[in-house]
């Protein structure tokens, strides 16, 4: 099986440049031709946030309508830039958005349907740039777990609950310490994806793989440094890419996105 992930596509459907010079539509129609480029083609895609840059209707209607297109399921879960009640409102009814089995109000949820068993995650807090999981959310995804712990399984969630090195955007995750403990006792987690820090990145957390995906938009500088700030680079756009072996743990792999249509050779 192949996984796909894309993220932070930060689309504006109304066409005016993100930072000024990106075309954020130009960018995601770059990202899903390199995605049906892929020899063989990706089985599932992941979109893991910051899908929209201002959450309106529209973004997500553009999202919808490209996402529709492709041949695969794709699944969406929000971002520090989505916004919770358009996202519902627009992919309501499409199994690009599955609902939560409990109703409790954040767009978490999982896909049986898959070789690998799904769980999205909704680590947003509304108004902030940081994530976490309250209790709530955990003890949805504790749940969820204990549910099928014989099942091989991949989590998807935006915020990154790990820290990075990045220091300009490590931020405290609330909920990290009992999420840490419950993968950690969970060893059907063979890997986690996350976006928010748009650059590819890879580390052991809890026993498990866990990743960060590049954007489909701009890249963040790789901010070691203590004290130094954010800046967007010229890094080319990327998608992330999981293949599960039948009898093996995953592996990942970064694949650039260097213009419209294009992969790297
Ligand atoms: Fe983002």
């Avoid at 999420?179 to 063979?190: D, R, W, Y």
Wanted: charged share 20%; proline share 9%.
């Amino acid at each position: 099986m192949l996984i796909a992930q894309i993220s932070d596509t930060h689309v504006r459907a109304d066409g005016t440049p993100l930072r000024g010079t990106i075309d954020t539509i130009a960018a995601l129609d770059a990202a899903l031709a390199a995605l049906m480029a892929l020899t063989p083609r990706p089985d599932v895609v992941l979109a893991t946030g910051d899908l929209a840059d201002d959450g309106r209707d529209a973004d997500y209607h553009l999202l919808r309508e490209r996402f529709g297109r492709l041949p695969m399921a794709v699944f969406v879960i929000p971002g520090n830039h989505d916004d919770r009640d358009a996202m519902r409102r627009v992919f309501a009814g499409s199994p690009m958005l599955p609902e939560a089995d409990d109703g409790d109000g954040f767009l978490h949820y999982t896909v049986e349907s898959e070789a690998v068993r799904l769980i999205g995650l909704d680590t947003v807090y509304p108004g902030e740039v940081w994530g976490g999981l309250c209790e709530e959310r955990l003890t949805w995804l504790a749940g969820r777990l204990a549910a099928q712990p014989g099942a091989r399984t991949l989590i998807f969630m935006h915020h990154p609950p790990f820290i990075t090195g990045l220091h300009f955007l490590d931020l405290p995750f609330p909920g990290a310490g009992p999420l840490k403990a419950m993968i950690g006792a969970s060893p059907q987690v063979e890997l986690m994806v996350c976006g928010h820090f748009h650059r590819a990145i890879a580390r052991r957390w809890a026993g498990t793989q866990a990743i960060v995906a590049p954007s489909t938009v701009y890249q963040m500088n790789l901010a070691l440094a203590p004290g130094v700030g954010f800046r967007p680079t010229a890094d080319p756009a990327g998608l992330a890419l999981s293949l599960w072996p039948a009898d093996d743990h995953p592996i990942t792999y970064t694949v650039p996105v260097t213009a419209p249509g294009a992969v790297l050779p």
